[in-house]
C-alpha cells in the first residue's frame, strides 16, 4: 500500500538524540582551528648572521687612491715649495747660477734699506778682490780692512728669487740719497766674476747661519737705479 512516509515515532527520535544528535556523522566538518593545525606545515627558523662571520671587508677604492694622494702629494709638494723659496723651478739648481764668468747681467734686485747693515755671508773663499764680511761663522774677515765696495752680501732677484752675491751695491750714486721706507727694487748691471761654494748667508744678525747647498754667483755691480 503507497503513500507518504510515515514520520518517526517518538521512540525513534528519542534513539537518535541519545546518539549524540548527530544524524550524518560522515558529513560534519573538522573545526579551522584543527584544519590549520594539519594543513599548516611548522615554521622554519632563520638563522641569524653573527657578526664577523663573513669575510673580512676590504678599502674600497676611492679611500685607497686618497690615500695615495696623501702619502705621495704631501712630500713632493713640500719639494716644490722647498725648491721656490731657494729660488729653484721645480726643485733644481736657480738660474742664476748657471751664469758663466765674465758675462754681464740686467737684474732687479728686491731690498729694503735694512739691508746694508742686515745681510752677510760666510766663505773663506775670494773672487777678484770680493769676498764676505765673514771668513767664518764665528769670526770676521781678516784679510784687510772693510771697504764697502769689495763687501759681498747676498741677495735674492726680483719675480724669480734667484740667489746672487753683490759687492759695493750699496756705493751706488742711486742708493746714496734717501731710500724708500718700503720695500723697492733696485735695477742693476752686473759683471759675474766667478762662483762661491760652501757658503753660509744670514738675513739678519739675530739669526742663525744657513748653509747653502749649492754654488752662488759673484758680481760686481754698475749702473743702478731704483724702481718701485
Known amino acids: 500500500m503507497t503513500g507518504t512516509p510515515s514520520e518517526p515515532t517518538k521512540e525513534e527520535h528519542h534513539d537518535d538524540l541519545a546518539d549524540g544528535g548527530e544524524s550524518n556523522p560522515s558529513t560534519t566538518s573538522e573545526t579551522p582551528s584543527e584544519e590549520a593545525h594539519n594543513t599548516n606545515d611548522t615554521p622554519k627558523k632563520t638563522k641569524k648572521k653573527r657578526k664577523g662571520s663573513g669575510p673580512p671587508s676590504q678599502p674600497k677604492p676611492i679611500a685607497r687612491i686618497i690615500a695615495i694622494l696623501v702619502l705621495v702629494g704631501i712630500p713632493a709638494a713640500l719639494l716644490l715649495f722647498s725648491g721656490k723659496e731657494r729660488g729653484g723651478k721645480g726643485g733644481g739648481l736657480p738660474a742664476s747660477t748657471r751664469w758663466a764668468a765674465g758675462s754681464e747681467q740686467e737684474v732687479n734686485i728686491t731690498l729694503v734699506a735694512q739691508d746694508k747693515t742686515l745681510l752677510s755671508c760666510s766663505s773663506p773663499a775670494e773672487v777678484a778682490g770680493l769676498h764676505c764680511e765673514y ?5 770676521k774677515w781678516s784679510k784687510g780692512g772693510p771697504d764697502e765696495k769689495s763687501l759681498l752680501k747676498p ?3 726680483a719675480g724669480t728669487n734667484d740667489p746672487v ?9 742711486a742708493l746714496q740719497g734717501a731710500l724708500p721706507p718700503q720695500r723697492f727694487t733696485a735695477k742693476c748691471k752686473i759683471k759675474v766674476e766667478g762662483k762661491i761654494g760652501k757658503l753660509a748667508v744670514r738675513w739678519n744678525p739675530k739669526d742663525s747661519w ?6 752662488w754667483p759673484v758680481a760686481s755691480v754698475s749702473n743702478c737705479t731704483i724702481t718701485k
Open 155 to 157: 741677495y735674492r732677484l
Open 135 to 139: 771668513e767664518a761663522k764665528d769670526k
Open 210 to 215: 744657513f748653509d747653502e747647498p749649492f754654488d
Open 165 to 173: 752675491l753683490v759687492a759695493g751695491l750699496w756705493s751706488s750714486p
